[in-house]
């Protein structure tokens, strides 16, 4: 018998390239099913940034298959949680939805050296985000 998610996130940056895919792959990871996952871009790149999937294989998270995807109403209608990370105002915004802004230096155009810190500061995010959601289950 599968049980339902206990949470929907989302989340967005510019290119959904870089720090929206680190996220993602890390509440997949640390989450696993409990938790659904979704990332999208204002204005997507072609790839997921390469120091960012180099920067998560070496914590033993793969995100070599993800795919930069455009944001839609649909997905943040869909979503419990919306987490943008510098789009400004290219996310829609509906009633009832829990939206946090993570401010993340933007790892484009930079190296694994620099990639690695940013990287950490997601995963301590993550870890706190996934102990509000069990919280919010148990209450």
Known sequence: MTTAPLASVLFVCVHNA?????????LRHLAGDRVEVRSAGSIPGDQVNPA????????GV???D???????????????YVITMGCGDACPVF????????ALEDPAGQGVEAV?????????????LIAE??????A
């Open 95 to 102: 009633p009832g939805k829990k939206y946090l802004d993570w």
């Open 116 to 128: 690695r810190p940013i990287r950490d500061e997601i995963k301590g995010l993550i870890e706190g």
């Open 62 to 64: 793969d995100i070599s």
């Open 18 to 26: 870089g720090r929206s895919q680190m996220a993602a792959g890390f």
């Open 52 to 59: 960012a999937v180099e920067a998560m294989s070496e914590v």
């Open 133 to 138: 959601i069990d919280a919010k289950q148990e």
């Open 66 to 80: 993800q795919k930069p995807k455009v944001l839609t109403a649909e997905a943040v209608q869909a979503s419990d």
